[in-house]
C-alpha cells in the first residue's frame, strides 16, 4: 500500500564493495559530540540534543516548518573510484539519508518513523574526478522532528582524515540461545544481552532469515515436523559479531485449514498500520466495526526468495504474539476476515520461479496456521510476475481450502489494461480471487474504460477507472474502489465519502453519476477499501461511519 509519502519517497542505490584495512569514517562530528560543527542545516532547522542519544552525549534534531524539511548536511572529503557506506542512526519522524556530488549515482534511504534508534544505510562509488562528496540526512514537511546520530561515510581516507569520535566496538558473540515454545511452522528464540550490541540476527540453517532488537525471537514460515538448526549474531553501527554455538529445533506436526468466516456480498476492506507513522494507533480490538476485511500490513520477506514472515511491531502496543492472536480470533468470531498483506511501499517479495512460488504459499499458509489469518492481500508495487505469482496463490488455495480470502490492491498503471502482470493475474486466479480493491490516488490522471483522460480526485475517475475491470473479465464481486481515509493517508487522490457514496451508487445502480456513466450498472459490485484504519481514526473513523453503512446497503 502506498503511504503517505509514497508519491515523494526517494531511491535506494548504489553499488556495493568491500572496505579495505586502511578504511575510515570520513565524516567529521559524526557523533554531533562537537555541536553542528561541519554540519549545516535549512533554516535553524537543526539542533543538537542530549537525549535521546543512540551512543555519546549529542544527537541531532531536525524540525520540518512550512516548507522546510530540515535539511542538515555535510561535504567530506573523498577520493576518486572508491566505493563508501553510508550510514546513520534514526528515531522519530520521516528520516531521509543520502549523499549528492558523488560523480556517479547519487543514493539515499529513508524511513517513515522509528518509535527506536533503527540504522538506515546505503553504498555510492566515487566518479573518476570526484575529491568530496555531500552527505545529509532530512526530515519531510509536516512530519515530526526527526533523531539522527552515528552518522558514517566509511571508505578511503580523502585527506581529510578520520573523526575523532570514534565508532562504537563490533559487539561480542551471543551466548546462551535455547529454543523456547515451538508450535506446527514456528520455533521461539531466546538469548543473553550482549554489551554494545544494538541488535540481532538470526540464521536458519546457516541462512539469515530476520532481525531481532531485543534478547528473542519467533521464527515462522517453517514446515511441520522439521528440524532445523538456528543461531544467532549481534551487530551494531561496526559490524556483526560471530555467529553463536548452533541450537537444534523441531516442530511440531500440524496440518487442517485455518477457515473463517464468509466474506460479505458488500464488503468494506482497510488496512490496518503494524507500524507507527502518525496516524492513531490501533490494536485489532480497535478497529471499527464497519470493517469486514482487515488487512493487516505487512508481511516481511526474508532471504529466501518467495518467502515471508510476520513480525509484530512493539509500536502498536501489544504485550506480545499471544495477545495480537486473540484480536485476530475475536474479529474472526464477529465475522471479519483478518489477512495477512504482502508488499507495500517499501516490501519486496520476489516470486519469479517454482521455487519461490512454493516458498509463498508454504510460508503464507505457515502464517494462516500460526495467527489465524483468513487469507493473503497481494500489494505488491515493485513489479510480478503474472505466472509465477499464479502459480503461488493456486497452491496456497489448494492448502487452505474453499474459504481462503486472496485480495489485491493494484496502483491504477497497473489495471489499465487486460495485458498488465496484475491484471493476468487477476482473470487467471478468478475462480479463487475475493476482490481488487485498486488504489485511485498517488495516481494522476488515467484513461478510463471510454478512452477518454480523467483525473483523479472526482467520481468520474472512480468509475470510468472501474469499468475497465468490470468490462475487462473480472465479476463485479471482484472489484472494490479503494480510497485514503484522509488527507494525510496519501500524498494525492483524497475524495471525501460523498463522492466515494456517490461512485458506489452510479456503479450499482446508475445514479449519481459525473459526466461519465457507464453503459450498465453492476449491482454486485464489492464495495470500498481504504488506507487505512489508522488513518480513518485519526479522523474520527469518519470514512468508515460514512462509507461502511453504504456499502454495506448496496442492492
Not at 37 to 43: D, K, L, P, T, V
Not at 167 to 172: E, F, G, I, V
Not at 256 to 284: E, I
Not at 389 to 417: E, F, H, W, Y
Request: aromatic share 8%; charged share 10%.
Amino acid at each position: 500500500m502506498v503511504a503517505v509519502l509514497a508519491a515523494g519517497a526517494l531511491s535506494v542505490g548504489g553499488m556495493g564493495g568491500v572496505a579495505q584495512a586502511a578504511d575510515i569514517n570520513v565524516a567529521k562530528n559524526a557523533g554531533f559530540e562537537s555541536g553542528l560543527a561541519n554540519w549545516s542545516c535549512s533554516g535553524g532547522s537543526g539542533a543538537v540534543v542530549g537525549t535521546p542519544v543512540r551512543t555519546g552525549a549529542a544527537a541531532l534534531r531536525g524540525t520540518p516548518a512550512g516548507q522546510d524539511n530540515a535539511r542538515c548536511s555535510q561535504s567530506v572529503a573523498v577520493q576518486p573510484n572508491s566505493t563508501y557506506t553510508l550510514s546513520a542512526w534514526v528515531q522519530g519522524g520521516y528520516a531521509y539519508l543520502g549523499a549528492s556530488g558523488t560523480g556517479t549515482t547519487d543514493v539515499s534511504t529513508w524511513t517513515p518513523g522509528e518509535s527506536g534508534w533503527k540504522q538506515l544505510t546505503t553504498t555510492f562509488r566515487t566518479g573518476a574526478s570526484t575529491r568530496a562528496v555531500t552527505v545529509y540526512t532530512h526530515g519531510w514537511y509536516g512530519q515530526s522532528p526527526y533523531l539522527v546520530d552515528d552518522v558514517s561515510v566509511f571508505g578511503p581516507d580523502g585527506g581529510g582524515g578520520s573523526d575523532p569520535d570514534p565508532d562504537p566496538q563490533a559487539p561480542a558473540t551471543p551466548a546462551g540461545l535455547g529454543v523456547g515454545a515451538v508450535t506446527a511452522s514456528s520455533v521461539a528464540l531466546s538469548w543473553n544481552a550482549v554489551s554494545g550490541a544494538t541488535g540481532y540476527n538470526i540464521y536458519r540453517d546457516g541462512t539469515k532469515v530476520q532481525t531481532a532488537t531485543g534478547t528473542s525471537a519467533t521464527v515462522t514460515g517453517l514446515a511441520a515436523a522439521t528440524s532445523y538448526q538456528f543461531q544467532v549474531s549481534a551487530t551494531n553501527a561496526v559490524g556483526e559479531s560471530a555467529k553463536s554455538a548452533a541450537v537444534s529445533g523441531r516442530t511440531s506436526p500440524g496440518g487442517g485449514d485455518p477457515g473463517g468466516p464468509a466474506v460479505p456480498r458488500h464488503a468494506l476492506t482497510g488496512y490496518w498500520q503494524n507500524f507507527n507513522n502518525g496516524a492513531a494507533v490501533q490494536k485489532l480490538r480497535d478497529v471499527q466495526a464497519q470493517y469486514d476485511i482487515i488487512a493487516v500490513s505487512f508481511a516481511d520477506s526474508t532471504t529466501t526468495p518467495g518467502q515471508i514472515v510476520f513480525n509484530l511491531d512493539p509500536a502498536v502496543g501489544y504485550s506480545g504474539v499471544a495477545e495480537f492472536k486473540s484480536d485476530v480470533a475475536a474479529k474472526k468470531a464477529a465475522g471479519k476476515s483478518v489477512i495477512i498483506s504482502v508488499g507495500g511501499e517499501k516490501g519486496n517479495v520476489t516470486i519469479n520461479s517454482d521455487a519461490s512460488a512454493t516458498a509463498f504459499a508454504n510460508s503464507a499458509y505457515a502464517l494462516m496456521q500460526e495467527y489465524g489469518f483468513s487469507g493473503v492481500d497481494i500489494d505488491l508495487e515493485h513489479g510480478i510476475n503474472s505466472t509465477y505469482l499464479t502459480k503461488a496463490l493456486r497452491q496456497l488455495s489448494a492448502k487452505a481450502g474453499s474459504r481462503l480470502v486472496i485480495t489485491m490492491a493494484p496502483q491504477t498503471i497497473d489495471m489499465q489494461n487486460t495485458g498488465t502482470e496484475y491484471f493476468k493475474t487477476a482473470l487467471a486466479v478468478k475462480d479463487i480471487l475475493t476482490v481488487v480493491n485498486m488504489q485511485y490516488y498517488n495516481s494522476g490522471s488515467m484513461l478510463g474504460c471510454d478512452g477518454q483522460v480523467y483525473s483523479q480526485g472526482s467520481v468520474d475517475f472512480l468509475t470510468a477507472l472501474a469499468c475497465i475491470q468490470l468490462e475487462g473479465g473480472l465479476d463485479a464481486s471482484q472489484v472494490g474502489i479503494g480510497v485514503p481515509a484522509s488527507t494525510r493517508g496519501a500524498g494525492s487522490g483524497y475524495v471525501s465519502p460523498t463522492i466515494v457514496n456517490n461512485a458506489l451508487n452510479c456503479l450499482t445502480r446508475g445514479t449519481n453519476c459525473g459526466n461519465f456513466k457507464p453503459s450498465r450498472t453492476y449491482p454486485a459490485l464489492r464495495g470500498a477499501m481504504t488506507w487505512s484504519t489508522n488513518w480513518d481514526a485519526t479522523a474520527g473513523n469518519a470514512w468508515s461511519n460514512a462509507v461502511g453503512p453504504h456499502v454495506h446497503s448496496l442492492p
